[in-house]
């Protein structure tokens, strides 16, 4: 078995953010009906969808998308994800319904 040199010689840092780069699974149709069902009670779209971007409202945000994924992940049948990647397909979301 051939070890790849370039790889073994990563610091951990490097290859953390070789991982992060790596493709990851497209979200299902099944993922999004949980991802809205998520999000819809009205304390979490509230916060999510405040137009706010001082430091109080953008700490409260990144919080409640991190409890959105934690929920999120909670969920038989869904890979899972991070907050960040439920923001921006719940993004995408809204700009494919207009």
């Known amino acids: ?8 010689d990563l610091s951990i840092e490097d290859r953390n953010s070789v991982q992060a780069k790596t493709k990851r699974k497209q979200i299902t149709q099944f993922e999004k009906n949980v991802l809205l069902s998520t999000i ?3 304390e979490i779209i509230n916060i999510v969808e405040n ?5 109080v409202w953008t700490s409260k945000k990144e ?4 409890k959105v994924s934690n929920e999120f992940c909670s969920n038989v049948g869904v890979n899972s994800r991070i907050g960040e990647q439920l923001k921006k397909t719940w993004k995408n979301i809204k700009t494919r319904a207009k």
Do not use: A, I, L, Q
């Not at 919080?63 to 991190?66: E, G, H, P």
């Open 1 to 8: 078995m051939e070890v790849d040199r370039e790889s073994s």
């Open 63 to 66: 919080k409640t998308w991190n």
């Open 40 to 42: 819809s009670p009205p």
């Open 51 to 55: 137009k706010e971007t001082n430091g």
